[in-house]
Protein backbone atom coordinates (compact mmCIF):
# COMPACT_ATOMS: atom_id res chain seq x y z
CA UNK A 1 0.00 0.00 0.00
CA UNK A 2 3.13 2.59 0.12
CA UNK A 3 2.63 3.56 -3.65
CA UNK A 4 -0.21 5.08 -2.62
CA UNK A 5 1.62 7.90 -0.87
CA UNK A 6 3.89 8.58 -3.58
CA UNK A 7 3.55 12.27 -5.04
CA UNK A 8 3.18 10.86 -8.71
CA UNK A 9 -0.93 10.99 -9.95
CA UNK A 10 -2.64 8.99 -11.97
CA UNK A 11 -2.95 10.79 -15.36
CA UNK A 12 -7.21 12.14 -15.08
CA UNK A 13 -5.73 13.86 -11.92
CA UNK A 14 -3.21 15.75 -13.40
CA UNK A 15 -5.24 16.69 -15.96
CA UNK A 16 -7.81 18.43 -13.75
CA UNK A 17 -5.37 19.79 -11.45
CA UNK A 18 -4.23 21.47 -14.47
CA UNK A 19 -7.53 22.98 -15.47
CA UNK A 20 -7.52 24.70 -11.92
CA UNK A 21 -4.12 25.87 -12.47
CA UNK A 22 -4.51 27.17 -15.73
CA UNK A 23 -7.95 29.12 -14.76
CA UNK A 24 -6.04 30.82 -11.82
CA UNK A 25 -2.68 31.45 -14.31
CA UNK A 26 -5.26 33.14 -16.70
CA UNK A 27 -7.11 35.05 -14.10
CA UNK A 28 -3.89 36.83 -12.51
CA UNK A 29 -2.29 37.04 -16.10
CA UNK A 30 -5.52 38.68 -17.14
CA UNK A 31 -5.24 41.46 -14.61
CA UNK A 32 -1.76 43.02 -15.54
CA UNK A 33 -2.97 44.33 -18.96
CA UNK A 34 -6.73 43.95 -18.73
CA UNK A 35 -6.80 47.83 -16.92
CA UNK A 36 -4.43 49.42 -19.35
CA UNK A 37 -7.10 50.34 -22.26
CA UNK A 38 -9.61 51.34 -19.65
CA UNK A 39 -7.43 54.00 -18.14
CA UNK A 40 -8.98 57.24 -20.23
CA UNK A 41 -12.45 56.40 -18.51
CA UNK A 42 -11.33 56.03 -14.77
CA UNK A 43 -9.46 58.50 -14.96
CA UNK A 44 -12.60 60.77 -16.87
CA UNK A 45 -14.84 59.23 -13.75
CA UNK A 46 -12.95 60.07 -10.97
CA UNK A 47 -11.08 63.49 -12.69
CA UNK A 48 -7.63 62.31 -11.17
CA UNK A 49 -4.84 61.68 -13.06
CA UNK A 50 -1.74 61.84 -10.77
CA UNK A 51 -2.76 58.27 -8.83
CA UNK A 52 -3.80 56.96 -12.72
CA UNK A 53 -0.48 54.96 -13.44
CA UNK A 54 -0.96 53.33 -9.72
CA UNK A 55 -3.88 51.44 -11.24
CA UNK A 56 -1.62 49.33 -13.04
CA UNK A 57 1.82 49.47 -11.02
CA UNK A 58 0.16 48.92 -7.63
CA UNK A 59 -1.04 45.69 -8.93
CA UNK A 60 2.21 44.80 -10.19
CA UNK A 61 4.25 45.97 -7.39
CA UNK A 62 2.72 43.82 -4.54
CA UNK A 63 2.36 40.47 -7.64
CA UNK A 64 6.17 40.98 -7.86
CA UNK A 65 6.24 41.28 -3.60
CA UNK A 66 3.93 38.71 -2.84
CA UNK A 67 5.11 35.72 -5.27
CA UNK A 68 8.39 34.97 -3.65
CA UNK A 69 6.44 35.24 0.04
CA UNK A 70 4.31 32.65 -0.78
CA UNK A 71 6.76 30.45 -2.50
CA UNK A 72 8.60 30.27 0.36
CA UNK A 73 5.17 29.40 2.68
CA UNK A 74 4.05 27.16 0.19
CA UNK A 75 7.07 24.90 1.04
CA UNK A 76 6.36 25.25 4.49
CA UNK A 77 2.60 24.73 4.82
CA UNK A 78 1.76 23.03 1.73
CA UNK A 79 0.69 24.45 -1.70
CA UNK A 80 -3.25 23.68 -1.57
CA UNK A 81 -3.75 26.51 1.45
CA UNK A 82 -1.71 28.85 -0.22
CA UNK A 83 -3.58 28.36 -3.66
CA UNK A 84 -7.09 28.84 -2.24
CA UNK A 85 -5.99 32.13 0.07
CA UNK A 86 -4.58 33.25 -3.03
CA UNK A 87 -7.56 32.77 -5.35
CA UNK A 88 -9.79 34.57 -2.39
CA UNK A 89 -8.05 37.19 -1.99
CA UNK A 90 -8.17 38.31 -5.59
CA UNK A 91 -11.64 37.68 -6.06
CA UNK A 92 -12.77 40.01 -3.27
CA UNK A 93 -10.12 42.31 -4.49
CA UNK A 94 -11.76 42.54 -8.02
CA UNK A 95 -14.95 43.43 -6.21
CA UNK A 96 -13.39 46.44 -4.33
CA UNK A 97 -12.01 47.60 -7.59
CA UNK A 98 -15.51 47.09 -9.46
CA UNK A 99 -17.25 49.29 -6.14
CA UNK A 100 -14.33 51.81 -5.85
CA UNK A 101 -15.51 55.24 -5.54
CA UNK A 102 -12.53 56.90 -5.30
CA UNK A 103 -9.18 56.56 -7.31
CA UNK A 104 -7.24 55.96 -3.41
CA UNK A 105 -10.28 53.20 -2.94
CA UNK A 106 -9.01 51.68 -6.42
CA UNK A 107 -5.80 52.05 -6.41
CA UNK A 108 -5.85 50.09 -2.84
CA UNK A 109 -8.16 47.55 -3.74
CA UNK A 110 -5.62 46.49 -6.88
CA UNK A 111 -2.70 46.30 -4.08
CA UNK A 112 -4.81 44.21 -2.50
CA UNK A 113 -5.60 42.12 -5.58
CA UNK A 114 -1.74 41.91 -6.57
CA UNK A 115 -1.37 40.32 -3.58
CA UNK A 116 -3.87 37.56 -4.52
CA UNK A 117 -2.41 37.14 -7.54
CA UNK A 118 1.11 36.56 -6.88
CA UNK A 119 -0.16 33.80 -4.96
CA UNK A 120 -2.45 32.14 -7.81
CA UNK A 121 0.61 32.53 -10.58
CA UNK A 122 3.52 31.51 -7.99
CA UNK A 123 1.77 28.59 -6.39
CA UNK A 124 0.41 27.46 -9.44
CA UNK A 125 4.17 26.76 -11.23
CA UNK A 126 5.57 25.01 -8.17
CA UNK A 127 2.58 22.44 -7.85
CA UNK A 128 3.67 21.48 -11.39
CA UNK A 129 6.95 21.37 -10.09
CA UNK A 130 5.74 18.63 -7.29
CA UNK A 131 3.76 16.37 -8.73
CA UNK A 132 5.49 16.49 -12.71
CA UNK A 133 9.00 14.79 -13.88
CA UNK A 134 11.23 17.31 -14.95
CA UNK A 135 11.57 15.90 -18.32
CA UNK A 136 7.88 16.23 -18.76
CA UNK A 137 7.43 19.54 -17.01
CA UNK A 138 8.14 21.21 -20.18
CA UNK A 139 4.68 20.20 -22.16
CA UNK A 140 2.93 20.96 -18.94
CA UNK A 141 5.03 24.30 -18.33
CA UNK A 142 3.99 25.42 -22.32
CA UNK A 143 0.30 24.92 -21.26
CA UNK A 144 1.03 27.07 -18.80
CA UNK A 145 3.23 30.04 -20.60
CA UNK A 146 0.69 29.55 -23.60
CA UNK A 147 -2.48 30.41 -20.92
CA UNK A 148 0.08 33.47 -19.21
CA UNK A 149 0.56 34.76 -23.05
CA UNK A 150 -3.30 34.31 -24.09
CA UNK A 151 -4.47 36.31 -20.83
CA UNK A 152 -1.65 39.17 -21.10
CA UNK A 153 -2.70 39.87 -24.74
CA UNK A 154 -6.46 38.93 -24.36
CA UNK A 155 -6.18 41.57 -21.59
CA UNK A 156 -6.27 44.81 -24.01
CA UNK A 157 -8.97 42.98 -26.32
CA UNK A 158 -11.39 42.54 -23.61
CA UNK A 159 -10.57 45.32 -21.79
CA UNK A 160 -11.44 47.20 -25.09
CA UNK A 161 -14.83 46.07 -26.12
CA UNK A 162 -15.57 45.78 -22.24
CA UNK A 163 -15.17 49.66 -21.54
CA UNK A 164 -16.43 50.84 -24.73
CA UNK A 165 -20.09 49.03 -24.36
CA UNK A 166 -20.53 48.42 -21.02
CA UNK A 167 -18.56 49.95 -18.25
CA UNK A 168 -14.78 50.21 -16.77
CA UNK A 169 -16.24 48.56 -13.67
CA UNK A 170 -16.61 45.22 -15.58
CA UNK A 171 -12.69 44.98 -16.20
CA UNK A 172 -12.57 43.83 -12.65
CA UNK A 173 -16.54 42.76 -12.11
CA UNK A 174 -15.52 39.76 -14.57
CA UNK A 175 -13.71 38.64 -12.38
CA UNK A 176 -16.20 37.66 -10.00
CA UNK A 177 -17.53 34.56 -11.65
CA UNK A 178 -14.08 33.59 -12.70
CA UNK A 179 -12.64 33.76 -9.43
CA UNK A 180 -15.55 31.65 -7.81
CA UNK A 181 -15.20 29.05 -10.16
CA UNK A 182 -11.46 29.10 -10.46
CA UNK A 183 -11.49 28.46 -5.92
CA UNK A 184 -14.34 25.81 -6.72
CA UNK A 185 -12.32 23.60 -8.80
CA UNK A 186 -9.09 24.12 -7.03
CA UNK A 187 -11.20 22.97 -3.72
CA UNK A 188 -11.92 20.34 -5.27
CA UNK A 189 -8.81 18.83 -7.23
CA UNK A 190 -5.81 20.29 -5.35
CA UNK A 191 -6.07 16.86 -3.32
CA UNK A 192 -3.10 14.39 -2.32
CA UNK A 193 -0.19 17.27 -3.24
CA UNK A 194 3.07 16.24 -1.02
CA UNK A 195 3.07 18.67 1.98
CA UNK A 196 6.48 19.77 3.37
CA UNK A 197 7.53 17.92 6.48
CA UNK A 198 9.42 20.86 8.33
CA UNK A 199 8.68 22.18 10.71
CA UNK A 200 7.51 25.76 9.46
CA UNK A 201 10.01 28.69 10.12
CA UNK A 202 8.98 31.88 8.67
CA UNK A 203 11.66 34.75 7.90
CA UNK A 204 9.54 38.14 8.88
CA UNK A 205 12.59 40.54 8.80
CA UNK A 206 13.57 39.09 5.74
CA UNK A 207 9.47 38.93 4.52
CA UNK A 208 9.62 42.86 5.74
CA UNK A 209 13.17 44.13 4.18
CA UNK A 210 11.86 42.21 0.87
CA UNK A 211 8.88 44.08 0.79
CA UNK A 212 10.14 47.72 1.85
CA UNK A 213 13.63 47.36 -0.70
CA UNK A 214 11.21 46.01 -4.24
CA UNK A 215 8.53 48.12 -2.92
CA UNK A 216 10.88 51.05 -2.80
CA UNK A 217 12.59 50.16 -6.10
CA UNK A 218 9.60 49.61 -8.37
CA UNK A 219 7.98 52.65 -7.11
CA UNK A 220 11.27 54.76 -7.99
CA UNK A 221 11.42 53.25 -11.32
CA UNK A 222 7.78 53.99 -11.87
CA UNK A 223 7.81 57.47 -10.81
CA UNK A 224 10.97 58.00 -13.26
CA UNK A 225 8.44 56.18 -16.13
CA UNK A 226 5.61 58.85 -15.38
CA UNK A 227 8.44 62.09 -16.18
CA UNK A 228 10.27 62.37 -13.20
CA UNK A 229 13.86 63.13 -13.73
CA UNK A 230 15.81 60.85 -11.46
CA UNK A 231 17.97 63.62 -9.66
CA UNK A 232 14.27 64.38 -7.94
CA UNK A 233 14.45 64.09 -4.15
CA UNK A 234 11.31 62.05 -4.19
CA UNK A 235 13.22 59.36 -6.94
CA UNK A 236 16.55 59.34 -5.35
CA UNK A 237 15.36 58.68 -1.50
CA UNK A 238 13.05 55.83 -3.11
CA UNK A 239 16.31 54.18 -4.62
CA UNK A 240 18.32 55.00 -1.73
CA UNK A 241 15.86 53.07 0.40
CA UNK A 242 16.01 50.40 -1.67
CA UNK A 243 19.46 49.70 -2.54
CA UNK A 244 19.64 49.79 1.93
CA UNK A 245 16.59 47.36 2.33
CA UNK A 246 18.15 44.93 -0.28
CA UNK A 247 21.70 44.92 0.73
CA UNK A 248 20.84 44.16 4.70
CA UNK A 249 18.03 41.65 2.93
CA UNK A 250 20.68 39.94 1.48
CA UNK A 251 23.14 40.17 4.20
CA UNK A 252 20.54 38.90 7.04
CA UNK A 253 19.29 35.76 4.10
CA UNK A 254 23.03 34.51 4.52
CA UNK A 255 22.88 34.62 8.55
CA UNK A 256 18.87 33.13 9.11
CA UNK A 257 18.29 29.81 9.41
CA UNK A 258 15.27 29.17 7.25
CA UNK A 259 15.84 32.17 4.97
CA UNK A 260 13.16 33.63 2.67
CA UNK A 261 15.34 33.28 -0.54
CA UNK A 262 18.33 31.01 0.19
CA UNK A 263 21.40 32.71 -1.46
CA UNK A 264 23.10 29.12 -2.40
CA UNK A 265 20.16 29.43 -5.60
CA UNK A 266 22.44 32.36 -6.71
CA UNK A 267 25.40 30.36 -6.24
CA UNK A 268 23.81 28.12 -9.09
CA UNK A 269 25.08 29.30 -12.64
CA UNK A 270 22.41 27.56 -14.24
CA UNK A 271 19.47 29.08 -12.38
CA UNK A 272 20.96 32.63 -12.30
CA UNK A 273 20.97 32.57 -16.15
CA UNK A 274 17.81 31.01 -16.03
CA UNK A 275 16.16 34.06 -14.10
CA UNK A 276 18.13 36.81 -16.32
CA UNK A 277 16.53 35.49 -19.62
CA UNK A 278 13.12 35.38 -18.38
CA UNK A 279 13.75 39.01 -16.33
CA UNK A 280 15.01 40.19 -20.08
CA UNK A 281 11.99 38.30 -22.08
CA UNK A 282 9.51 39.69 -19.71
CA UNK A 283 10.99 43.01 -20.32
CA UNK A 284 10.40 43.21 -23.86
CA UNK A 285 7.07 41.26 -23.66
CA UNK A 286 4.95 43.64 -20.84
CA UNK A 287 6.48 46.95 -22.70
CA UNK A 288 5.91 45.51 -26.02
CA UNK A 289 1.89 44.72 -25.08
CA UNK A 290 1.84 48.16 -23.61
CA UNK A 291 3.77 50.63 -26.22
CA UNK A 292 2.50 48.64 -29.01
CA UNK A 293 -1.34 49.61 -29.20
CA UNK A 294 -0.32 53.30 -28.02
CA UNK A 295 1.99 53.27 -31.31
CA UNK A 296 -1.05 52.12 -33.15
CA UNK A 297 -2.95 54.60 -31.67
CA UNK A 298 -1.36 57.53 -32.20
CA UNK A 299 0.47 57.16 -35.04
CA UNK A 300 -2.94 56.24 -37.27
CA UNK A 301 -5.40 57.88 -35.03
CA UNK A 302 -7.73 54.22 -35.04
CA UNK A 303 -9.86 53.64 -31.36
CA UNK A 304 -8.62 51.79 -28.43
CA UNK A 305 -10.51 48.86 -29.73
CA UNK A 306 -8.58 48.91 -32.88
CA UNK A 307 -5.40 49.02 -31.23
CA UNK A 308 -6.48 45.69 -29.52
CA UNK A 309 -7.06 44.04 -32.50
CA UNK A 310 -3.50 45.29 -33.50
CA UNK A 311 -2.20 43.10 -30.83
CA UNK A 312 -3.36 39.73 -32.22
CA UNK A 313 -0.20 38.08 -34.02
CA UNK A 314 1.61 39.12 -30.55
CA UNK A 315 -1.08 36.92 -29.11
CA UNK A 316 -0.77 34.18 -31.60
CA UNK A 317 2.97 33.87 -31.43
CA UNK A 318 3.24 33.85 -27.79
CA UNK A 319 1.29 30.69 -27.17
CA UNK A 320 2.43 29.08 -30.51
CA UNK A 321 5.76 29.81 -29.30
CA UNK A 322 5.27 28.31 -25.41
CA UNK A 323 3.70 25.27 -26.74
CA UNK A 324 6.29 24.33 -29.25
CA UNK A 325 9.17 25.01 -27.08
CA UNK A 326 7.66 23.18 -24.34
CA UNK A 327 7.02 20.11 -26.28
CA UNK A 328 10.65 20.01 -28.22
CA UNK A 329 11.66 20.40 -24.83
CA UNK A 330 9.77 17.05 -23.56
CA UNK A 331 11.12 15.95 -26.80
CA UNK A 332 14.98 16.25 -26.65
CA UNK A 333 15.46 16.48 -22.73
CA UNK A 334 17.45 19.74 -23.55
CA UNK A 335 16.20 23.37 -22.53
CA UNK A 336 19.17 25.44 -24.03
CA UNK A 337 18.32 25.34 -27.54
CA UNK A 338 14.81 26.54 -27.29
CA UNK A 339 15.94 29.41 -24.90
CA UNK A 340 18.09 29.96 -27.23
CA UNK A 341 16.79 30.23 -30.63
CA UNK A 342 13.99 32.43 -29.07
CA UNK A 343 16.27 35.06 -27.75
CA UNK A 344 17.96 35.11 -31.05
CA UNK A 345 14.51 35.49 -33.00
CA UNK A 346 13.40 38.45 -30.41
CA UNK A 347 15.81 41.50 -31.65
CA UNK A 348 15.46 40.51 -35.23
CA UNK A 349 12.00 40.31 -34.94
CA UNK A 350 11.73 44.07 -32.71
CA UNK A 351 14.11 45.46 -35.55
CA UNK A 352 11.53 44.22 -38.06
CA UNK A 353 8.32 46.19 -35.86
CA UNK A 354 10.74 49.28 -35.67
CA UNK A 355 11.45 49.51 -39.63
CA UNK A 356 7.90 48.75 -40.24
CA UNK A 357 4.99 51.31 -40.10
CA UNK A 358 1.43 50.55 -38.16
CA UNK A 359 -0.16 50.91 -41.08
CA UNK A 360 1.80 47.97 -43.48
CA UNK A 361 -0.79 45.12 -41.56
CA UNK A 362 0.84 42.37 -43.35
CA UNK A 363 4.68 43.47 -42.52
CA UNK A 364 3.89 45.05 -39.17
CA UNK A 365 1.82 41.25 -37.69
CA UNK A 366 4.23 39.27 -39.42
CA UNK A 367 6.85 40.95 -37.35
CA UNK A 368 4.77 41.21 -33.75
CA UNK A 369 3.75 37.05 -34.71
CA UNK A 370 7.74 36.73 -34.83
CA UNK A 371 8.49 38.23 -31.58
CA UNK A 372 5.48 36.73 -30.04
CA UNK A 373 6.70 33.23 -30.60
CA UNK A 374 10.52 34.33 -29.64
CA UNK A 375 9.26 35.25 -26.06
CA UNK A 376 6.90 32.30 -25.81
CA UNK A 377 9.87 29.68 -26.63
CA UNK A 378 11.93 31.74 -24.24
CA UNK A 379 9.33 31.52 -20.51
CA UNK A 380 8.24 27.65 -19.68
CA UNK A 381 12.00 26.67 -21.16
CA UNK A 382 13.92 29.18 -18.24
CA UNK A 383 11.53 27.86 -15.76
CA UNK A 384 11.53 24.88 -16.21
CA UNK A 385 15.84 25.01 -16.38
CA UNK A 386 15.87 26.24 -13.32
CA UNK A 387 13.82 24.16 -11.65
CA UNK A 388 15.76 21.30 -13.23
CA UNK A 389 18.79 22.85 -11.59
CA UNK A 390 18.16 23.13 -8.08
CA UNK A 391 17.08 20.44 -5.24
CA UNK A 392 13.72 18.92 -4.83
CA UNK A 393 13.05 21.00 -1.58
CA UNK A 394 13.74 24.02 -3.31
CA UNK A 395 11.32 23.84 -6.19
CA UNK A 396 8.81 26.08 -4.71
CA UNK A 397 11.41 29.00 -3.48
CA UNK A 398 13.01 28.46 -7.09
CA UNK A 399 10.18 28.72 -8.90
CA UNK A 400 8.61 31.66 -7.16
CA UNK A 401 12.27 33.39 -7.94
CA UNK A 402 11.49 32.93 -11.30
CA UNK A 403 8.13 34.27 -10.94
CA UNK A 404 10.10 37.37 -9.42
CA UNK A 405 12.61 37.70 -11.95
CA UNK A 406 9.31 37.51 -14.65
CA UNK A 407 7.48 40.26 -12.80
CA UNK A 408 10.18 42.47 -12.35
CA UNK A 409 10.85 42.10 -15.83
CA UNK A 410 7.77 43.05 -16.93
CA UNK A 411 7.78 46.00 -14.32
CA UNK A 412 10.88 47.20 -14.59
CA UNK A 413 10.49 47.16 -18.50
CA UNK A 414 6.86 49.16 -18.93
CA UNK A 415 8.53 51.76 -16.25
CA UNK A 416 12.12 51.78 -18.07
CA UNK A 417 10.39 52.12 -21.83
CA UNK A 418 7.44 54.67 -20.72
CA UNK A 419 10.84 56.63 -18.97
CA UNK A 420 12.60 56.26 -22.54
CA UNK A 421 9.34 57.58 -24.24
CA UNK A 422 9.17 60.96 -22.43
CA UNK A 423 12.90 61.45 -22.77
CA UNK A 424 12.60 60.98 -26.55
CA UNK A 425 9.64 63.37 -26.68
CA UNK A 426 11.04 65.71 -24.40
CA UNK A 427 12.96 68.07 -26.79
CA UNK A 428 9.69 67.58 -29.58
CA UNK A 429 6.60 69.82 -30.32
CA UNK A 430 4.85 67.50 -27.57
CA UNK A 431 6.30 68.69 -24.71
CA UNK A 432 4.02 72.28 -24.93
CA UNK A 433 0.74 70.72 -26.66
CA UNK A 434 0.89 68.30 -24.23
CA UNK A 435 1.04 70.78 -21.07
CA UNK A 436 -1.48 73.25 -23.20
CA UNK A 437 -3.75 70.17 -23.21
CA UNK A 438 -3.51 69.01 -18.95
CA UNK A 439 -4.79 72.60 -18.26
CA UNK A 440 -7.58 71.94 -20.54
CA UNK A 441 -10.89 69.89 -19.56
CA UNK A 442 -11.26 66.51 -20.81
CA UNK A 443 -8.07 65.08 -20.73
CA UNK A 444 -7.05 61.54 -20.51
CA UNK A 445 -4.09 61.02 -18.67
CA UNK A 446 -1.97 59.75 -21.67
CA UNK A 447 0.62 62.76 -22.86
CA UNK A 448 1.07 61.57 -26.14
CA UNK A 449 -3.11 61.55 -26.92
CA UNK A 450 -3.64 64.61 -25.29
CA UNK A 451 -0.60 65.68 -26.68
CA UNK A 452 -2.58 64.81 -30.95
CA UNK A 453 -5.57 66.31 -29.53
CA UNK A 454 -5.02 69.23 -28.69
CA UNK A 455 -2.98 69.66 -32.12
CA UNK A 456 -4.59 71.60 -34.73
CA UNK A 457 -5.90 69.33 -37.84
CA UNK A 458 -2.64 70.36 -40.25
CA UNK A 459 -0.06 69.88 -37.35
CA UNK A 460 -1.20 66.59 -36.29
CA UNK A 461 -0.08 64.98 -39.79
CA UNK A 462 3.76 65.97 -39.01
CA UNK A 463 3.32 65.05 -35.33
CA UNK A 464 2.30 61.65 -36.34
CA UNK A 465 5.25 61.56 -38.54
CA UNK A 466 7.37 62.79 -35.82
CA UNK A 467 6.16 60.31 -33.07
CA UNK A 468 6.64 57.08 -35.84
CA UNK A 469 9.97 57.97 -36.05
CA UNK A 470 10.31 58.44 -31.81
CA UNK A 471 8.36 55.02 -31.76
CA UNK A 472 11.40 53.52 -34.28
CA UNK A 473 14.50 54.58 -31.94
CA UNK A 474 12.39 53.50 -29.23
CA UNK A 475 12.01 49.64 -30.43
CA UNK A 476 15.60 50.04 -31.66
CA UNK A 477 16.71 50.68 -28.00
CA UNK A 478 14.22 47.36 -26.90
CA UNK A 479 16.25 45.03 -29.79
CA UNK A 480 19.45 46.34 -28.22
CA UNK A 481 18.27 45.45 -24.65
CA UNK A 482 16.95 42.18 -25.63
CA UNK A 483 20.95 41.10 -26.37
CA UNK A 484 21.37 40.68 -22.55
CA UNK A 485 18.77 37.94 -22.86
CA UNK A 486 20.74 36.46 -25.77
CA UNK A 487 23.90 36.72 -23.95
CA UNK A 488 22.76 34.84 -20.63
CA UNK A 489 21.51 32.24 -23.23
CA UNK A 490 25.08 32.08 -25.10
CA UNK A 491 26.48 31.76 -21.08
CA UNK A 492 24.00 28.75 -20.44
CA UNK A 493 25.06 25.55 -19.32
CA UNK A 494 23.16 22.39 -21.95
CA UNK A 495 22.23 20.51 -19.75
CA UNK A 496 19.99 17.26 -19.70
CA UNK A 497 16.82 17.16 -17.86
CA UNK A 498 16.14 15.03 -15.28
CA UNK A 499 14.00 12.35 -16.14
CA UNK A 500 11.11 10.39 -13.91
CA UNK A 501 13.44 7.86 -12.31
CA UNK A 502 15.07 11.04 -10.41
CA UNK A 503 11.68 12.49 -9.80
CA UNK A 504 11.14 8.88 -7.79
CA UNK A 505 13.94 8.42 -5.94
Known amino acids: MTHLNQPAQPQPAIRSVLVALMMAIFLGALDQTIVAVSMPAISARFNDVSLLAWVISGYMVAMTVAVPIYGKLGDLYGRRPMMLIGMGVFTIASLFCGMAQSMEQLVLARILQGIGAGG ?23 YFSGMYAVASVAGPILGGYMTEYLSWRWVFLINLPLGAGAWWVAHRTLVGLPVGQRKPVIDYLGSVLMIIGLSALLLGITEIGQGHDWRDDQVLGLLSCALVALTVFVWHERRTREPLLPMHLFANRSAVLCWCTIFFTSFQAISLIVLMPLRYQTVTGFGADSAALHLLPLAMGLPVGAYFAGRMTSVT ?161 NRLLRGREDKAQ
Open 120 to 142: MISVSQAIIGDIIAPRERGRYQG
Open 333 to 493: GRYKPMILTGALLTPIAILGMAFSAPQALLLSSLFMLLSGIGTGMQFPTSLVGTQNSVEQRDIGVATSTTNLFRSLGGAVGVACMSALLLALLQDSSFAHLASASLAAEGHSGNVLLDGLSAAPGPAQDALRGELLVTFRHLLMISAAVSLLGLAAAIAMP
